[in-house]
């Protein structure tokens, strides 16, 4: 049976968003990579699905599987467009909207302006939770990665694990050579993604981030979030932050303590279409 899709993104990080509200359908992950690939399939950094929710006091149940077919707990750009994508499909008139993920619950606020707001909820920093192999938590880690040598890095999650490297220039960054070697290491039992981060000023960064089980993507909300809390932890930033990814600039703010991170950004619609799932 073919259902409808949407081809969306956050600043240039892409997404196909399926409703297995109205529609019904199963998520294999074969068929995810067969979808994902941009020469012959559709084309996405990641598939987003819109479910029933499975508690009371939640609007939907939001599920999120990276390119190559793997699972993953929380994606912020692709939140944006999720609510982008309940909302112009009048599977609610809400504006505020509560989904439940992976990793918990998140809020999302439609603003007036088009854009879209999103409470990440609150930093993890304990190494057993994020999962990052560590005795206790530091701003800062220093540890030897096979092919690099010494690397320091913050490790925080925002639902999924991200390592913080600070660059001086993220467009000579080793984003290609360091990504995949950080994001299988020992360290991070489940995998991390790996942010390479240069600060402007306090009040602005630019980043690039290597996805697990993506690669390097245009945008990464996450990411964002945790670039800046990692950042603010080592006493480089101040709360609110101007985050500058390859496809556009998300504001995060944070602060600090045990404070929920907020995302703001756009999230637009590219064109619909049908597949068979």
Not at 162 to 185: F, L, Q, S, Y
Not at 239 to 267: E, H, Q, R
Request: include cysteine; glycine fraction near 10%; aromatic fraction near 8%.
């Amino acid at each position: 049976m073919r259902i409808k899709f949407s081809k969306m993104h956050g600043i240039g990080n892409d997404f196909v968003v399926i409703d297995l509200v109205t529609q019904t359908g199963r998520v294999r992950p074969e068929r995810v990579r067969e979808l994902s690939d941009r020469n012959f399939g559709i084309g996405f950094d990641q598939l987003l699905i819109v479910e029933r929710p499975t508690r009371p006091d939640v609007d939907f149940r939001y599920r999120i599987f990276n390119a190559d077919g793997s699972e993953v707990e929380n994606c912020g750009n692709g939140a944006r467009c999720f609510a982008r994508f309940v909302y112009d499909q009048n599977l609610t008139g809400k504006r505020d909207i509560r989904v439940e993920t992976a990793a918990g619950i998140m809020e999302l606020h439609l603003t007036d302006d088009g854009q879209v707001t999103v409470d990440m909820g609150k930093p993890v920093l304990t190494p057993s939770a994020i999962p990052f192999l560590a005795e206790e938590f530091l701003p800062e880690y220093r540890r030897p990665i096979n092919g690099i040598g010494e690397v320091r890095f913050g490790a925080v999650s925002m639902g999924n694990p991200h390592a913080v490297i600070r660059v001086e220039n993220v467009d000579t960054a080793p984003v290609e050579k360091w990504g995949p070697i950080i994001e299988a290491c020992e360290y991070f039992p489940r995998k991390v993604n790996v942010g390479f981060m240069q600060i402007v000023n306090p009040h602005h960064i630019r980043l690039r981030v290597f996805e697990r089980g993506s690669g390097e993507t245009l945008a990464c909300g996450t990411g964002a979030c945790a670039a800046v809390v990692s950042g603010q932890l080592r006493g480089w930033l101040q709360p609110g932050v101007k985050v500058s990814l390859p496809g556009g600039d998300l504001t995060i703010n944070w602060s600090g303590d045990a404070a929920n991170v907020l995302m703001t950004g756009p999230a637009v619609t590219v064109f619909e279409g049908r597949i068979n799932l």
